[in-house]
């Protein structure tokens, strides 16, 4: 089967040669596609809109030995709003790298592609204060695809259900107090916890109903993201992009 | 067989060049081989002399060899409008219109999150001088019209709004010999946004 067609999203290009590009394609039947788009780089290119980084296309791709290429594409959602708005752009581009990372090579990534695209349509539609949560949601979303989500109902030691806990990372999820000894947590107040449960459970199209304030979201920001990269071993650069911005917006 | 060893230490120095694998490099290798010597002193004398002379503009971060470069220093420009490029090649193609008559700046690369290109590798702080120092009334960005050039856009425009100057974007549009099927739905809405009377 030298052609075949795929679905996918596109998380990554790099520049190849004169006018070529390497884009990486998160694709439900096929986990992550490595593909030569040839000539994208000129002006006249009939593929030079469906390569464009979160574009969902229909791609018709010819198997190589080590990259194949992409012959043709049919845009199916173009994420529009997320490149006309920088604070959108930067958590989509999170997203991105943390799907481009956990994604592998001729493997399915059903889950992982529907994860993706519900954030970027999220992102896309979500008001600019709930970006955040989004990524959030999409966090949790992607511990549970990788098979890292965090036990967060019971005790990880002996099931015990009434709090009050402490979180542990190394642990992989709640400890109660019986079980603390010299587990290195941090405490979780109960409302945190509710909230993580809650984050766990909701759609992306619901997330407007979580009221968080400022400090909770912070403190669940911190210990997803401290959870996420031990787990993963992987800080993502876009992190830097996000503080960057938001410090743009607070001067 | 081993190659000898100046021919390998020549490859593995061609390998270091962007897009060019092992197999590439043994054929460019033994091309630069079968060269005459004189050919082949001057390609190296070529290579020297462009790292030795070319340096960045003090002021619009061009690669020049005179610093400030010569479109800096021109009385014959505009001094109150700078073009925001991404990459040198892009002054080039915009003289190569001779449409523009007024500065550059080079920002060498696009904001690019998941490359850990932010404004700090990005030669911003420079272009954030020469507008606090006075005297620039626009600032034409021009960096490419995908994702990063676009995010870049959106960035500059951030940050340079509140300085007073007015930001303005290249117009996207059709390119010349396209086919409206082809073209994507984003170029088609800036088009029609973009339209004019003819």
Redesign the interface.
Do not use: F
């Given at each position: 089967m030298a052609y075949y067609q795929s679905e996918g999203i596109v998380l990554r290009t790099y520049d190849l040669g004169e006018a070529d590009r390497i884009v990486v394609i998160l694709s439900p039947e096929h986990g992550s596609i490595r593909a030569v788009a040839k000539g994208v780089r000129r002006p006249r290119s009939k593929l030079s809109a469906v390569i464009q980084l979160f574009s969902q296309a229909s791609f018709m791709l010819y198997r190589g030995r080590q990259l194949d290429t992409i012959t043709q594409g049919e845009m199916i959602e173009a994420f529009r709003p997320l490149r006309l708005d920088l604070d959108r752009m930067a958590s989509a581009a999170y997203v991105g790298e943390w799907a481009g990372l956990v994604a592998r090579e001729r493997q399915l990534a059903v889950e992982l592609y529907q994860l993706v695209l519900t954030a970027l349509t999220a992102l896309c539609h979500s008001p600019l204060g709930q970006l955040d949560m989004v990524l959030r949601r999409f966090e949790m979303g992607l511990l549970e695809v990788s098979g890292y989500a965090p036990q967060l109902r019971r005790c990880v030691h002996c099931g015990q259900k009434v709090g009050p806990f402490v979180f542990s990372t190394s642990d992989g999820g709640i400890v109660c107090n019986e079980c603390k000894g010299t587990v290195k947590g941090r405490t979780l107040r109960p409302v945190i916890l509710a909230q993580l449960q809650a984050l766990r459970k909701l759609p992306f199209s619901r997330l407007g109903v979580l009221r968080i304030h400022a400090a909770a979201e912070k403190e669940i920001a911190s210990l997803l993201q401290e959870f996420l990269q031990y787990r993963l071993e992987f800080r993502p650069k876009s992190l830097a992009a996000l503080a960057e911005i938001r410090n743009l917006k607070e001067e | 067989m081993m190659y000898p060893g100046p021919v390998l230490r020549l490859m593995e120095e061609l390998t270091k060049l962007p897009?060019v694998g092992p197999k590439t490099a043994q054929r460019l290798a033994f091309h630069l081989l079968k060269q005459e010597t004189e050919s082949i002193q001057q390609f190296a004398q070529a290579l020297l002399a462009a790292k030795d002379r070319i340096r960045h503009c003090s002021i619009c971060q061009n690669l020049t060899e005179d610093d400030p470069c010569r479109l800096c220093v021109s009385s014959e420009r505009d001094q109150d409008i700078i073009c925001v490029v991404e990459e040198p090649k892009d002054v080039v193609a915009l003289e190569r219109s001779s449409e523009y008559r007024g500065l550059y700046h080079v920002l060498h690369g696009a904001?690019s999150?998941?490359?850990?290109v932010?404004?700090e590798t990005l030669r911003v702080k420079e272009l954030l001088g020469r507008i606090k120092a006075g005297g620039v009334k626009e600032v034409i960005v021009a960096t490419n019209a995908?994702?990063?050039g676009?995010?870049t856009a959106?960035?500059l425009a951030?940050?340079l709004k509140p300085l007073g100057v007015a930001v303005t974007r290249l117009a996207h549009g059709l390119?010349?010999?396209?086919?409206l099927d082809?073209?994507?739905?984003?170029?088609i809405?800036r088009a029609l946004q973009g339209r004019h009377e003819i």
């Open positions: - | 897009g904001w999150p998941m490359d850990g932010g404004l995908d994702v990063e676009e995010a959106m960035y951030r940050l390119p010349m010999g396209s086919e082809y073209a994507a739905d984003d170029t809405a």
